[in-house]
Nanobody
């Protein structure tokens, strides 16, 4: 599976961005998809994940109520809608994928994912 993330950019605090991640290769609909983010000098942290059937989602506490993850299996794409952005959301955002037998499962640890995109940079100015 190859993942390509895009949609990052510069936005003012309180604004919105939508990130997209397009998957190619093996069957996208078999995969749990997630977004992580990383700032220099810090560990890559979990942001959100969605089960392969789209029925279950999970979020980091820091983004709950502001970010929404969704997927379109017909387009092999997962999205991260980010609203009410804060300067502390500034980071490089990575999409990740893994296979899962259970249709409703999702995962939070970065070592549970084995496919990664190249990252897209989000900068939120105050």
């Amino acid at each position: 599976v190859q993942l390509q993330a895009f949609g990052g950019g510069l936005v003012q605090a309180g604004g919105s961005l939508r990130l997209s991640c397009v998957a190619s290769g093996r069957t996208f609909s078999s995969g749990v998809m997630a977004w992580f983010r990383q700032v220099p000098g810090k560990e890559r942290e979990f942001v959100a994940a969605i089960s392969r059937n789209g029925g279950n989602t999970g979020y980091a506490d820091s983004v709950k109520g502001r970010f929404t993850i969704s997927r379109d299996n017909a387009k092999n794409t997962v999205y991260l809608q980010m609203n009410s952005l804060k300067p502390e959301d500034t980071a490089v955002y990575y999409c990740a994928a893994r296979y899962s037998v259970a249709p409703g499962s999702w995962f939070q640890r970065k070592d549970e994912y084995y496919f990664w995109g190249q990252g897209t940079e989000v900068t939120v100015s105050s």
